[in-house]
Nanobody, 122 residues
Framework: QVQLVESGGGLVQAGGSLRLSCAAS????????MGWFRQAPGKEREFVSS????????YYANSVKGRFTISRDNAKNTGYLQMNRLKPEDTAVYYC???????????????WGQGTQVTVSS
């Protein structure tokens, strides 16, 4: 079992930045790949980014490539999502999740956090 808690969400103007954190507890965080997903009102949850257990491989949705950066610090049992040049369409609840590999589909992830709200105003 691994427990995940997101933080760092909030309200930001378009063009601004936020850094989300995902604190893990329970089983060894470094054993898992980590992913970030988001869900906007009235829409399905979608993949944002994922990173493998070592941080050596990362994947991004086309919509965030070049603006978002995923990273992790296994010594701190924490993952991060740095979000730059935010757009109103980035507004969503952001979830971190853990899986056996850096998947891009939510069905591969067995552990989820509770989510953190990100709102980008125009």
């Amino acid at each position: 079992q691994v427990q995940l808690v997101e933080s760092g969400g909030g309200l930001v103007q378009a063009g601004g930045s936020l850094r989300l954190s995902c604190a893990a507890s329970g089983r060894t965080f470094s054993s898992y790949a980590m992913g970030w997903f988001r869900q906007a009102p009235g829409k399905e949850r979608e993949f944002v980014s994922s990173i493998n257990w070592s941080g050596g491989a990362a994947y991004y949705a086309n919509s965030v490539k070049g603006r978002f950066t995923i990273s992790r610090d296994n010594a701190k049992n924490t993952g991060y999502l740095q979000m730059n040049r935010l757009k109103p369409e980035d507004t969503a609840v952001y979830y971190c999740a853990a899986a056996g590999f850096a998947a891009t589909t939510e069905y591969e992830y067995g552990y989820w956090g509770q989510g953190t709200q990100v709102t980008v105003s125009s």
